[in-house]
């Protein structure tokens, strides 16, 4: 018999250890330093490259086909200014569009006829819809509608005409209201002001479930979404997700989804998710887990399940349902290595960040996890911005990544794109390296420009930067376009949550699979360039020279003298050979053969050390657009001092001056960057002009059959020259204006901006 019980432990054991197949624990993710590693952390580093399962799990009106939710009226009440007889006000509330309110007189302009509804309580709504049912014709030929909290004070929220039976009143925000008062202003003679039904709606995902199980109850409810879920992701999908090159899969969850509103968690609450995580293993996709919405609100913004309502930071109820949660996803999942992340909270905004700040619930929900879970990576939002969050050692979290969203609604400015690409780089860079932590853009879109699209995923690989776009599907269409789906534009009939049965809501779903979207073939082509499972490239053994904001090359002086950014041409001094120092660290080889180093553990920098130690060991950090920056030993920065001085490493973040333009040299050939160059070892001259320059780009050269090359920020050639003379024009109409790099026989010649 204890042989028996230790047969069924082991089996269990084994099952929990590893609830699917293809993941093995080799796949096991942990944050070492800056990047992520399989085998628990000791492995191979494994860049996350995928997308957001977008209205799956949690539900947003935009996204997805769900409907709006009907506010409950069973305690409202309604009074009018005239009923007509047997016409009881309260009919309006029965759902049953035979029954009427009328005010059983013709309809005039004079403001006098009314109707107010009295909610008992403030809701939130912002919708109307005013019915007339079996009565057609009495709708009102035109209305005002007033909003109060006390039923004393007005506001007016909106007015128009009334054209039909069915009078829809979409309402320019969400108010959260006690009374509605509805003013008939128009003229019918022959007409009764007729309701036959009146409704508030709400297209939050919190109001669209409450509405379900109003009408169908909880379980009633969780069914009728699972045949929702079941068409909304499928096999196929994934097989879509994987035949892109990713690796990911980001899944918002609303809380709902998990826990009914009484906080006990549903039965059959992880049943989606397992199916998700057995299917993604299979396919070798890591999934993260992602409460999108938590209880009570975390943020008040309608994307994130609950919208007015932020209570989740100053409400203790609130909170240990959040904890409840967290508990039962890590039991879940402990050992699961298919599961890449906890996503603790999306895009977290507290409600009193000075009492309650973000930092110290995300601690709260830490430590849950870490009482169950020790293994897993959880994932911290750094939500609107840094500034917002602690770093990991405030707390003392360990095995942590932070992850940021990035939108910028300047959305047809691409120089107001790019600059914030920009921006983004050298700020994801900093905090990478100067708080020792993977990083995850988890959500970001860069409009209709594809350039840029392809300049942020480059500039995020090359920093060993995961990342996961919103989202796979959208039901919108867009004009202009905004790329915010690989599927997209489905014009379908959505379901009236409020009167169509159950089969006709799941007949209208199932007009929502994938097959009925558009295929936005465009940025599936932009993305898919860049789920490669490369990692952030280093010229290894290359020679390379480096350049300065100031346009002028680094130089090692000889390795006797401290070195510069000031030589106009590069040479000997100004080439260097990198050099794999282990460790994922670099070493900069001068001319002479010895290294680049800061001397006497200061902030002096020479070219000459014969040994490496950790004094000419550095992070070779790509920050964007040919761009470099160097971290030392001392976590400080190499700075050219904008070659007013002599170079240092002492600088705490990544800026203009820490940054360096690199290339490939050849030490038989140099390369002059400078309007006009001269080359007298070989006697080549080259001018370039004009400088910056709008429609075309002017090179004059004395050598012949040499071939250009005009390459965008992101890398990519735009232009291509080849057997060119001595005089060559580049036709620049179609470039975006921006920064390109000019590329003479593959060495970089000159950064050219185009305005």
Known sequence: MKNLLKITFLILFLYQSNLYSNFTSSHFLKANGTVLRNNSGQGDIVNLRGTNLGSWLSMEYWVGPMGTGSLNRSQWEATAYATYSNCDVQ??????????????????????????????????????????????????????????????????????????????????????????????????????????????????????????????????????????????????????????????????????????????????????????????????????????????????????????????????????????????????????????????????????????????????????????????????????????????????????????????????????QNGYIDALLLQLANYKYNWNVPILAGEFNFWNFPDLWAKYLKGLNELNISWSNWCYKTKRVDSPVENWGYFDANTNEIPDLHYDSIQEIKDKWDMFSTSYFNENESLKEIVSEYTDDDKASRPLESVIWLMGNNDLFVSSEGGDNPITCIRENYDGWETFTVVDAGEEKVALQGSDGRYLSIVDDESYLYFNSTELDSLQKFDFINVGDSLVAFRGFNGKYICSRNGE????????????????????????????????????????????????????????????????????????????????????????????????????????????MIE
């Open 645 to 752: 001085s002599e170079m240092t490493c002492d600088i705490d973040e990544i800026g203009t001056w820490e940054t360096f333009s690199w290339g490939y040299s050849s030490l038989a050939k140099s390369t002059i960057l400078s309007n006009t160059s001269d080359d007298t070892e070989n006697n080549i001259q080259v001018s370039v002009y004009p400088n910056p320059a709008t429609s075309v780009l002017y090179i004059q050269a004395d050598i012949e059959n040499y071939y250009v090359k005009l390459i965008s920020s992101s890398g990519k050639v735009i232009k291509k020259y080849s057997s060119c003379s001595l005089s060559t024009s580049i036709d620049l109409n179609g470039c975006p204006a921006g920064i390109y790099l000019l590329s003479i026989n593959d060495e970089y010649l000159k950064k050219i």
């Open 91 to 416: 009919n309006i509330f029965d759902r049953d569009l035979s029954s009427r309110w009328s005010n059983g007189e013709a309809q005039i302009s004079d403001e006098s006829q009314y109707l107010i509804v009295d909610m008992k309580e403030n809701v939130l709504f912002n919708k109307i819809l005013i019915e007339t049912g079996d009565y057609s014709g009495d709708f009102a030929r035109s209305y005002v509608v007033y909003l109060s909290e006390d039923g004393e004070e007005w506001e007016w929220v909106s007015s128009g005409e009334g054209d039909s039976d069915e009078i829809n009143i979409q309402l320019s925000n969400v108010y959260y209201k006690r009374y509605v008062k509805v003013v008939q202003t128009g003229e019918a003679a022959n007409n009764f002001w007729s309701i036959a039904e009146f409704n508030l709606f709400m297209e939050d995902d919190y109001s669209v479930r409450n509405s379900l199980i109003l009408r169908f109850g909880e379980d009633g409810t969780d069914e009728l979404l699972d045949y929702f879920q079941e068409v909304w992701i499928t096999e196929a999908d994934l097989d879509s997700i994987s035949s892109l090159g990713m690796n990911m899969v980001r899944v918002p969850i609303f809380w709902m989804e998990l826990m009914n509103n009484n906080g006990e968690i549903k039965e059959h609450a992880f049943d989606q998710i397992d199916w998700l995580i057995e299917q993604c293993s299979q396919r070798e996709i890591y999934v993260i887990l992602d409460l999108h919405g938590a209880p009570g609100g975390l943020n008040g913004f309608i994307t994130s399940g609950q919208t007015y309502f932020n209570e989740l930071w100053t409400d203790a109820d609130y909170q240990e349902k959040t904890k409840e949660i967290w508990s039962a996803i890590a039991t879940k999942y402990v050992n699961e290595p298919t599961v890449a992340a906890y996503d603790l909270l999306n895009e977290p905004l507290s409600s009193d960040q000075n009492n309650y700040p973000i930092s110290w619930f995300y601690n709260e929900l830490y430590q849950t996890v870490r009482a169950i879970d020790p293994n897993h990576v959880i994932s911290v939002q750094a939500f609107p911005t840094f500034d917002y969050i602690e770093s990991p050692t405030t707390y003392g979290w360990e095995n942590v990544l932070y992850q940021v969203h990035n939108y910028n609604e300047d959305k047809e400015s691409w120089d107001s």
